[in-house]
T-cell receptor, first 114, second 113 residues
Framework: EAGVVQSPRYKIIEKKQPVAFWCNPI?????LYWYLQNLGQGPELLIR????????DSQLPKDRFSAERLKGVDSTLKIQPAELGDSAVYLC????????????FGPGTRLTVL | GQNIDQPTEMTATEGAIVQINCTYQ??????LFWYQQHAGEAPTFLSY????GLEEKGRFSSFLSRSKGYSYLLLKELQMKDSASYLC??????????????FGTGTRLLVSP
């Protein structure tokens, strides 16, 4: 069974530029999560999807961050415009059920904003 | 608020046993997870405890005491490949009825020959 796939693995951009990350969850997993992980810290939840619906986006900075999960499978996370403080690893995870199941993580996208 | 504490760093020798502790103060506790994360890689699931007691899985065991807000991950017969960060995560039930994982900052384990 293939794991969670993310791309790109690395991205370097200049501040004020837009950037997008893509995630393909494990087949059959209805719940998808985007996390932010700063160096030396644990992951922090940004947004969670149940199928196509964003059910928890309270930690997503909505002035510059947006996400979508069309058709309830793949998801994209966008930042526009990026700021220096956005440099971090953006992790995607998925689980089979409604948030009570084990979450499986992708390798993440390491973003560097110059 | 939710608070999870783990030691920042630990060192151990190949073949030895190491115990990584995690204490938490959370509301709506509904289980505790341990993940392993090698540098630059995805966190990978190691163990899950929701009831008090010890869960054993090969060289790894995890213990939970809900009354004390305490868990530990025990790694036996340490191997060099066990050098990684170990993340303690508590699943909490929110007011909305949904549940989320709250992670500690992780414990970086360095295994030396």
């Amino acid at each position: 069974e293939a794991g969670v796939v993310q791309s790109p693995r690395y991205k370097i951009i200049e501040k004020k530029q837009p950037v997008a990350f893509w995630c393909n969850p494990i087949s059959g997993h209805n719940t998808l999560y985007w996390y932010l992980q700063n160096l030396g810290q644990g992951p922090e939840l940004l947004i969670r999807y149940e199928n196509e619906e964003a059910v928890d986006d309270s930690q997503l900075p909505k002035d510059r961050f947006s996400a979508e999960r069309l058709k309830g499978v793949d998801s994209t996370l966008k930042i526009q415009p990026a700021e220096l403080g956005d440099s971090a690893v953006y992790l995607c995870a998925s689980s089979r059920g409604t948030g009570t199941d084990t979450q499986y993580f992708g390798p993440g996208t390491r973003l560097t904003v110059l | 608020g939710q608070n999870i504490d783990q030691p920042t760093e630990m060192t151990a020798t190949e073949g030895a046993i190491v115990q990584i502790n995690c204490t938490y103060q959370t509301s709506g506790f509904n289980g505790l997870f341990w993940y392993q994360q090698h540098a630059g890689e995805a966190p990978t699931f190691l163990s899950y405890n929701v009831l008090d007691g010890l869960e054993e899985k090969g060289r790894f065991s995890s213990f939970l005491s809900r009354s004390k807000g305490y868990s530990y991950l025990l790694l036996k017969e340490l191997q060099m490949k066990d050098s990684a960060s170990y993340l303690c995560a508590v699943r909490v039930s929110m007011n909305t009825g949904f549940q989320k994982l709250v992670f500690g900052t992780g414990t970086r384990l360095l295994v030396s020959p």
